[in-house]
């Protein structure tokens, strides 16, 4: 199947570890419930063998978990080209089919540093993402080598010890939320990387590049004098992770206070169906923001009671990652009809029949779904 991370051309540097540098470098964040001490691996002297650390230590831990913390640094790496190509201010937008599907520049060098790194280091996976990208070398600048030593940590659930990596889907949406990149809605923003198995979602990681972020509304985003900051004592950024049977890890749960029924929805794929939908569901409140990433994040911080969008247009590598988030803290997605999202590598992108996700009391939102939306959204 030809993927659409499209082709590229590697050049491997003679070290797989770079001295002074440990893997997954960035920003380190709190895993929940608890925190585990970072393990740095250094080339140490003339004896050293390149790459026989890295060989010692894959052997000790599965293919799922190995791809996990490979996934979340990547994904860190992927948050900062993001967070560079704003500060450079140069976007380089591209219009794809319509005035609300664009591209940036962005969107093209995180899938390229994702989908090189992920296929450097897990040559059978199958990748599939969201930019049909041209054949082209790729920068060793863009290729990130580093795991997250704290999710190696972590156990692998049993049901997933033995997977091989030809076994796996892995979809990946670089940028998750382009359109309001482009309008300056940064928080909106998301990088996706979705793990599926036997057609079901079980691994993700999201990246959230400007986590703290606070927008000076004075002034446009792209005066010089506007810039993209975190709040006082503020980290600029966070990684949230999840593998099912295991947890969601890097934020803390909270729920919608009871009786309340606020929704998130689509702030720029509107429709009369999609009003419909939201209006039957009787909310308190409607929240209208970009991204699939950032509506389940809303669900599993409390501050959306359900994501609620009854039309085509999202993919699954918009909600693979993202669903597994969910699942892992006991929520669920599915399209409106209340079925189950398939991942394996031959099903098509489109979620044709929508989506319906909630933390909690999925039945009271499924059972408002009006049968008018339902016939006009086919599976």
């Not at 080339?43 to 791809?67: D, E, K, N, Q, W």
């Not at 969201?130 to 082209?136: G, N, V």
């Not at 986590?211 to 004592?233: F, I």
């Not at 009271?364 to 959204?377: D, G, H």
Request: hydrophobic share 40%; aromatic share 6%.
């Amino acid at each position: 199947m030809r993927s659409s991370c499209g082709r590229f051309v590697l050049h491997p540097p003679p070290c797989d570890l770079q001295p002074g540098r440990r893997p997954g470098a960035g920003h380190r964040e709190d895993l929940l419930p608890h925190s585990l001490p970072l393990l740095a691996f250094r080339c140490l002297s003339s004896s050293f063998v390149p790459g026989l650390s890295l060989l010692i230590m894959a052997s000790s831990h599965t293919v799922l978990m190995r791809l996990v913390a490979s996934a979340y640094s990547i994904a860190q790496k992927a948050g900062t080209i993001v967070r560079r190509v704003i500060a450079e201010g140069d976007l380089g937008i591209v219009q794809k089919t319509c005035a609300t599907d664009l591209q940036t520049k962005a969107d093209r060098l995180a899938q390229m540093s994702i989908c090189s790194s992920l296929a450097r280091k897990f040559p059978k996976l199958t990748i599939i993402g969201e930019e049909d990208l041209p054949f082209e070398e790729v920068d060793q600048e863009l290729i990130e080598d580093g795991q997250w030593e704290e999710i190696l940590q972590q156990p692998c659930p049993s049901q997933y010890s033995a997977i091989k990596e030809e076994d796996l889907v892995v979809w990946v949406d670089p940028l998750d939320g382009t359109k309001e990149y482009t309008e300056g809605l940064l928080d909106n923003v998301t990088v996706l990387i979705g793990i599926a198995y036997e057609g079901k979602a079980i691994a993700g990681v999201i990246n959230q590049p400007y986590y703290n972020y606070q927008n000076n509304e004075k002034q446009k985003l792209r005066e010089h004098r506007n810039e993209a900051k975190a709040g006082p004592d503020a980290v600029l950024g966070r990684t949230i992770w999840g593998v099912l049977g295991l947890g969601a890890f890097g934020f803390q749960l909270k729920e919608v206070p009871a009786g309340k029924h606020i929704i998130t929805t689509t702030r720029s794929h509107n429709s009369k169906l999609v009003t419909d939908c939201v209006t039957a569901m009787n909310p308190d409140d409607v929240l209208r923001v970009g991204g699939a990433g950032n509506k389940i994040i809303q669900l599993i911080e409390g501050k959306a009671s359900a994501y609620v969008f009854a039309s085509p247009g999202c993919k699954k590598w918009d909600t693979c990652a993202p669903e597994v988030i969910l699942h892992a803290v006991g929520g669920k997605l599915t399209d409106i009809h209340g079925n189950a999202l398939q991942y394996n590598k031959e099903v098509k992108h489109m979620n044709s029949a929508g989506v319906l996700a909630t933390l909690r009391n999925y039945d009271y939102y499924a059972s408002r779904v009006p049968e008018s939306v339902k016939n006009a959204l086919v599976p």
